[in-house]
């Protein structure tokens, strides 16, 4: 716990003093309460309130009404946002995705009770008090992951439940308890209900996670990749399960610094071609940009695999892929890390590459169509092209004379 977090947790104290001092009761809940028991930095403060909306948003000076309909204001303290919702409970689920209706309540043990797991369902107060209903500090100290109340019903209620048990199990490094797991054999059936960015931004911070290698396993071993509401392409299902046995082609995806990059080396150890990675960004809702960037790792993986510490197809390989394609890469197998099997050699080639696209050669395409008199065409791409790689190899200087005098040669071919 940093200073930052000791203050982000004090400013939430605050702001539930506020609240107190209008007569309303408030608490610090889910998971900025678990964190703190934890130890563990926190990312946002969340508070719940007896206080109904409008008279949150009477209470304090600047506030954006976020989510009113599901009770929620974000109240602005010290430039710091905090989320304040009104205890709730939720009630109907008729299809296993969002509650049809949200009621307010008066207890904040209601509220607690349609939190999913016991370790998100505790609130802490001002004098340091703690509201416990369901045992959450003691599961968090046996680290374990149950769910408030019968395990089958809840995840019939919210099946996206199913996939955070993964992702708390996998990022505390905690077990699923029993009947978590049976109830994930029984309903995984009903995450087709889920809409695919909730499930994939659970996934998404999985990856990001402590252990993503053991939230993947996980998911795949739970059999919930089945049941996804836009099928994942077949390969890739069956490489997930395979996956299991590939832990010595590289580093653990924990020791991969970036995101990204970890879902390159998870997606090319699984077997995906180029195509399947992009599709499958694009099922579990990655943006463009990201999918576009793991697309090309994947690609950069694929043309490597055949001989993976080939200088020759390592610099094609960057002259086609690009310079970011091949440091995700490098970062997927390990370079530099000390367990990149020889790849450091490769690092270094590209850190020494004198070019690595034609923007960054000494003469520029409408100077070579000037230079001959010729209408910029197809065979300008071309030539440009010979002599980046000419340059990427060393064969020849990055220099506007020498590269002029060079493309005589390939502007015929
Ligand atoms: P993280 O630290 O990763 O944000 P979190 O526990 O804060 O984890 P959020 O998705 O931010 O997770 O949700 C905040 C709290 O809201 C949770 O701690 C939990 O109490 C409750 N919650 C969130 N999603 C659900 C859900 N699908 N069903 C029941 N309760 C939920
Ligand atoms: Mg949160």
């Given amino acids: 716990m940093t200073d930052a977090d000791e203050r982000l947790w004090r400013m939430g104290l605050e702001v539930v003093r506020k609240l107190q001092e209008r007569g309303f009761e408030a608490y610090l809940v889910g998971g900025c309460a678990r964190d703190r028991l934890l130890g563990r930095p926190l990312h946002d403060v969340d508070v719940a309130t007896s206080a109904h909306p409008e008279q949150v948003a009477a209470s304090f000076e600047r506030v954006i009404p976020t989510g009113l309909q599901h009770g929620t204001v974000t109240v602005m ?13 939720e009630s109907g689920y008729s299809d296993a995705r969002r509650p049809d209706s949200v009621a307010f309540v008066r207890d904040i043990r ?16 001002l004098e340091g008090e703690w509201i416990d209903p369901y045992g959450g500090r003691e599961d968090l100290s046996a680290c374990i992951v149950r769910c408030v109340g019968d395990a089958d019903r809840r995840f019939g209620e919210d099946a996206l439940r199913m996939v955070r048990a993964i992702r708390f ?12 797991w049976r109830g994930i054999r029984s309903q995984a059936q009903r995450l087709r209900f889920v809409a695919m960015e909730r499930i994939g931004a659970e996934w998404d911070k999985m990856m990001a996670g402590a252990d993503p290698d053991r939230a993947c396993r ?20 069956a490489g997930m399960l395979a996956y299991r046995t590939a832990a010595e082609v ?33 099922t579990i809702r990655l943006s463009g940009k990201r999918e576009a960037r793991i697309g090309q790792g994947v690609a950069f993986a694929r043309r490597m695999a055949v001989s993976p510490g080939d200088r020759a197809t390592f610099i094609t390989a960057v002259l086609d892929f690009g310079k970011p394609a091949a440091s995700d890469w490098l970062a997927a197998i390990g370079a530099g890390t000390g367990n990149g099997h020889g790849h450091a050699a490769l690092l270094k080639c590209l850190e020494e590459l004198p070019a690595d696209s034609v923007r960054q050669l000494a003469v520029r395409g409408d100077e070579l169509a000037r230079h001959w008199d010729r209408p910029a065409g197809p065979w300008v791409a071309k030539v440009l092209r010979s002599l980046l790689e000419e340059v990427a190899f060393g064969r020849l200087p990055n220099d506007n004379a020498a590269l002029l005098r060079a493309a005589e040669a390939f502007k015929e071919s």
């Fill in 250 to 282: 590289g580093p653990k995806l924990r020791d991969i610094a970036d995101t990204d990059a970890r879902w390159i080396a998870w997606l090319s150890r699984c077997g995906a071609e180029p195509e399947e990675a992009v599709r499958f960004c694009r």
């Fill in 110 to 125: 209601e509220d607690l009770a349609r939190r999913d797991f016991t370790i998100n369902a505790m609130a802490a107060g």
């Fill in 169 to 180: 199990a996998a990022a505390f490094r905690f077990r699923l308890a029993k009947s978590v």
């Fill in 218 to 237: 996980l998911l795949a071993r739970s059999g919930l990749m089945a049941h996804l509401k836009e099928p994942l392409p077949a390969g890739l299902k």
């Fill in 77 to 89: 303290h010290e430039g710091t946002p905090f989320e304040v919702t009104t205890y709730r409970t």
